[in-house]
């Protein structure tokens, strides 16, 4: 039988497999999705993530003892605004600031590599 491939609609969303997801919560995703007939073989999820950096602070007040809370406070209304169960942080090993924070706001680092796709427009 041949593959058919569209993308689920949102309300078909419990067709995808648990084991597929990981954890992860559809939500706001978007998936593509391969079927054979009227079932489902394989999907690849689109999950938009908001990407929380840079942090900056004007030197002169860095070390301010509320700043960057008051700033974490702000961060965290908007993720729960947007519905959306955190935030992504790429914190490089060269701005050791940056891992203090993001280990002082609960946030755990991710095993694995992160992957760049950028479109060039071109097939």
Not at 49 to 61: C, G, K, N, Q, S
Not at 62 to 88: C, F, M, N, Y
Request: charged share 30%; hydrophobic share 45%.
């Amino acid at each position: 039988m041949a593959l058919t491939f569209r993308e689920l609609e949102p309300e078909e969303f419990d067709r995808v497999p648990t084991e597929a997801l990981d954890g992860l919560k559809l939500g706001n995703a978007r998936v593509s999705a391969a079927f054979e007939g009227d079932k489902l073989v394989g999907v690849w999820c689109v999950v938009f993530v908001l990407h929380a950096e840079p942090i900056w602070v004007r030197e002169d007040h860095r070390g301010h003892p509320t700043l960057i809370r008051r700033l974490w406070d702000g961060v965290k209304s908007i993720v729960r605004a947007e519905g959306l169960p955190g935030a992504v942080a790429i914190v490089p090993d060269s701005v050791p600031e940056d891992a203090r924070i993001a280990e002082w706001i609960g946030a755990k680092p991710i095993p694995g590599a992160i992957y760049l796709w950028m479109d060039d427009g071109k097939e």
